[in-house]
């Protein structure tokens, strides 16, 4: 089965109908909402968060209309944009090899808010880095993105060692890690780099040439890119060079939750934070959501109790979802949308952690 | 043409072609250069119409090194600033700068602190409007002040920009430098136009032939799709590449370019506006640097496109206007070698430009819809692009959506802006019955059963000099004059390499030493 047929039955499965078919193409594209980041979390699938960023909306309809009319997936309520696997589906669905749909670096996300920007910055470099190189007095640029190219100057020229040298450097490291990383995710990478006479492949270029499914080279591309990351992260000596361009983050909180997390460290109120960031309430529950995701060690206790996370969950299960407003109907209104879903995103977090903790029951 | 040199612009024309060889590698200027180069060589305000690839970049580059002071050069588009940005580096010169909104903060402010280092600066009209940027450039000498694109300053141009209508503002608060307006096509009335809201004295003209004569013009009746692009396959097959098929949406170009590459095996690509913005770079770059055969594309690709050896031009669809259509075929062969522009017309095509010309404009609904808003204040104006985004995300298309803002923002405080509501119905059929009629300019030429290059050569009131060879369907054309050597290309070309450490190698030069 095509790759791109199988993302979509394992997303499909994963959400369960209990989002719309938009909660999936906004996962892929990364939309930067607290509430697709939640969703992620909340139906394990983060490794697929910004996994597809370049992603159509009109080609992505066309797939999903793809499997409605193979009869893969099916919609329970009528005319309605949540899908589930029908039982066919089911059936096709069974037979895949999960693991082969999810490549070991897709799931390094720690660097997920970062990774457009690195990547745009790597290929600036590389192709400033070959125009040097060859002595080319003019190109067009990759990307004319403000931040990207004042970046790559920058880290140009505060290199200290001469241009050809710096260049030397860097394919000597992006050859270490290249020949770490496997063959046909390498391949991928390498093919969009941009460089004097030779510019880089688009990803649909790509797989036309390798006859390879488009998704599945936007997937494997995404896992080389995390695992570069990862690398750079984790052995900064070994990428001196190369790790300039990423600025390697403790946290994969959003810069505005991390600033909301410091001011509660500090010991403001939810509603002082608010106020003191000129933000709505909600915008700042969305912090505490997404820190409560990413970070289990802070202490949520302020706003929801054990006892009441308890009898959330409970409710949670009775009904059989991860849908707010049955919950909070079941619960008599007892627990706000904003404890119900701090509740479910500390469960989900348990529940990924927890090797015996299975995600299909 | 007429008038005779004196000693002193005799003199200053030798210097030139001095320039012309030392930093262009030209031995001589093309016909038209001279002329506007000693008219502002003698410090003129000059009008010239001259047509895509006749060099005009030359006429203010060369007297950039003669002159003292900037150029400033006004410029409309991005990639056309970068595309001769770029062409200006490529001959050595390192004087040379841009000034656009994308640009960082810092590196405008290090562009303006050096002022005085700079020969040639690009802007673009609305930076110009900045305080900033108009204090510091009052501050140093302006040799020459060029407003690149000049019909964007007439409304009944095809490519109004609303911030070119302050240009003779600032010119005289910069001084008066010397003025040269450029254009590559422009009727009588946008001349006019120009010339008046440039507020240019004592105007030189200099009027180029439109005539591009190295290209020759085809157009080919067919009744469906499928006859087109079984036509196009024969063609593509034969005739000398690279080459550009233009298509009226962008699934034609998606689909175009799959059927070729499938067919043919000759190296495809499409490009349009709905890509990423990389992807979109990617592909300009492969098209530019060789690597692809034929690019299926949109109108979004071509401007600042700076390729001299595209043969061919075809038009899948007809664009709107002969003046789009001349600007796209003006792009093959700029090397001044042979190209071809064939142009497939069915008569169902019709509805695509008439769908752009409907776009252009807001409809009744709309348009009073957003003016009860603003009176209501649902609708703000305070900034513009949040404004034009939000027209848009009900529907709008963007030059709708610039139109609309175009005649709300002078309305005045007390002022009811649903009242303004008549008046813009009254432009909107006025511009439209415009491009009606430009329409069915284009339409007559595709209908017309004498020679092609004479009829375009009326609409702007030429006539043509002497018959050619290679001239058009009408006159008689056979294709074998543009065949190509070897008819299929089966070399293996090295950028298409996916092994990663061969494909590495090359961009970092590695491969010339040993590894
Ligand atoms: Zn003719």
Redesign the interface.
């Known amino acids: 089965m095509e790759y791109r047929y199988a993302i979509i039955l394992y997303l499909v499965n994963q959400f369960r109908g209990e989002r719309t078919i938009s909660g999936i193409y906004h996962l892929l594209k990364g939309k930067k909402s607290s509430q697709s980041i939640q969703d992620s979390f909340l139906f394990h699938v983060e490794p697929f968060f910004h996994s597809c960023e370049d992603l159509d909306r009109r080609d992505f309809k066309a797939l999903i209309d793809e499997c409605m009319s193979r009869r893969w997936i099916s919609s329970p309520e009528q005319d309605s944009q949540r899908f589930v696997l029908s039982s066919e589906g089911e059936r096709v669905f069974s037979r895949l090899d999960g693991h082969l749909l999810t490549p070991e670096g897709l799931n390094f996300t720690e660097q997920v808010n970062e990774e457009s920007r690195f990547w745009l910055k790597l290929q600036l470099m590389v192709q400033t880095l070959s125009a040097l190189l060859y002595h080319q007095r003019a190109f067009l640029p990759i990307t004319r993105q403000p931040s990207v190219t004042e970046s790559v100057r920058r880290c140009i020229m505060e290199a200290s060692l001469g241009r050809s040298k710096l260049a030397a450097y860097f394919y000597r490291e992006l050859v270490y890690f290249l020949q770490r990383c496997p063959a046909s995710e390498a391949e991928l990478l390498t093919a969009q780099l941009t460089g004097y006479k030779m510019s880089g492949l688009t990803v649909k270029q790509i797989a036309e040439l390798t006859g390879k499914d488009e998704y599945e080279c936007r997937i494997l591309f995404k896992s080389a890119l995390r695992r570069l990351m990862r690398e750079i992260a984790e052995f900064p000596n070994y990428y001196p060079y190369t790790g300039r361009l990423l600025i390697v983050k403790k946290s994969a909180l959003s810069l505005s939750a991390e600033e909301t997390l410091k001011l509660i460290r500090s010991g403001l109120s939810l509603h002082e934070v608010a106020k003191k960031r000129r933000l709505s309430q909600s915008t700042v529950e969305d912090h505490l959501v997404e820190i409560a995701l990413k970070d289990r060690t802070i202490d949520m206790s302020n706003y929801l109790s054990d006892r009441l996370e308890k009898q959330i969950l409970e409710a949670a299960s009775e009904a059989k979802t991860k849908q707010l407003k049955p919950i909070k109907k079941l619960l008599l209104d007892r627990a706000s949308y904003f404890q119900i879903r701090l509740a479910l995103a500390k469960e989900a977090v348990r529940r990924g952690e927890d090797p015996n903790g299975t995600t299909d029951e | 043409m007429g008038r005779l040199m004196n000693d002193h612009e005799s003199d200053l024309i030798a210097q030139a072609r001095d320039i012309l060889k030392k930093k262009f590698g030209y031995d001589q200027f093309r016909s038209g250069q001279q002329q506007v180069i000693q008219e502002v060589l003698s410090g003129h305000d000059v009008f010239a119409m001259m047509p895509t690839g006749s060099g005009k970049s030359i006429c203010y580059e060369v007297p950039g090194y003669l002159l003292e002071g900037i150029v400033l050069i006004i410029s409309p588009l991005?990639s056309l600033m970068?595309?001769q940005?770029?062409?200006l580096?490529?001959i050595?010169e390192k004087n040379v700068r841009a000034l656009n909104g994308?640009?960082?903060?810092?590196?405008r402010s290090r562009v303006l602190a050096h002022l005085r280092d700079i020969r040639f600066l690009f802007i673009s009209p609305e930076m110009l409007r900045q305080h900033s940027v108009l204090t510091a450039l009052s501050r140093v000498k302006l040799s020459l002040f060029v407003v690149d694109e000049a019909h964007c300053v007439s409304q009944w141009g095809h490519d109004f920009r609303p911030d070119y209508l302050y240009l003779a503002e600032i010119r005289s608060h910069l001084g008066n430098p010397a003025c040269l307006a450029v254009t590559a096509t422009a009727d009588e009335r946008v001349r006019e136009d120009i010339v008046r809201s440039l507020d240019l004295r004592a105007v030189n003209y200099v009027l180029m032939s439109v005539d591009r004569r190295n290209i020759a013009l085809a157009v080919h009746k067919v009744k469906s799709s499928e006859e087109k692009i079984e036509e196009l396959c024969k063609l593509l097959s034969k005739v000398q590449l690279p080459g550009i098929v233009y298509c009226a949406g962008r699934d034609w170009t998606e689909k175009i370019a799959d059927i070729i590459?499938q067919k043919l095996g000759l190296r495809t690509?499409f490009y349009h506006g709905?890509m990423?913005?990389?992807?979109r770079?990617?592909?300009?770059?492969?098209f530019?640097?060789g690597?692809l055969d034929l690019l299926c594309c949109t109108n979004a690709f071509g401007m600042g496109i700076n390729k001299p050896d595209i043969r061919l031009v075809v038009h899948f669809h007809f664009p709107a206007t002969m003046n789009a259509y001349l600007q796209e075929i003006g792009r093959a062969s700029r090397d001044g070698k042979q190209g071809l522009a064939i142009l497939y017309y069915a008569e169902q095509d019709e509805h695509y430009p008439l769908g752009f010309i409907d776009a252009n404009f807001p409809d009744d609904t709309l348009l009073r819809q957003v003016l009860r808003e603003l009176d209501q204040g649902l609708l703000k104006l305070e900034k513009k692009e949040t404004f034009l985004t939000s027209l848009q995300d009900r529907g709008a298309s963007e030059t709708a959506a610039r139109f609309i803002f175009e005649n709300v923002r002078f309305v005045t405080r007390g002022m009811n802006y649903s009242s303004i509501f008549e008046e813009c119905r009254k432009k909107i059929t006025e511009r439209r019955s415009v491009q009606l009629n430009e329409l069915s300019m284009m339409k007559r030429y595709l209908n017309s059963t004498t020679c092609r290059r004479a009829f375009y050569l009326s609409v702007y009131n030429e006539s043509q000099s002497e018959k050619l060879d290679l001239c058009c369907d009408q006159c008689g054309l056979s294709l074998e004059a543009f065949e190509r050597a070897c008819p299929q290309t089966s070399d293996v070309h090295?950028?298409?390499t996916?092994?990663?450490?061969q494909?590495?190698?090359?961009?970092?030069?590695?491969s010339e030493r040993d590894i």
């Not at chain 2, 996916?498 to 450490?501: K, S």
């Not at chain 2, 494909?503 to 590695?510: D, K, N, Q, S, V």
Request: charged content about 35%.
């Open positions: 991005l970068e595309d940005v770029n062409q580096r490529e050595g994308l640009m960082h903060p810092e590196e590459r690509a709905g990423e913005a990389v992807d770079r990617k592909i300009q770059n492969q530019l640097d690597q090295p950028e298409q996916l092994d990663w450490h494909r590495l190698a090359t961009i970092f030069r590695e």
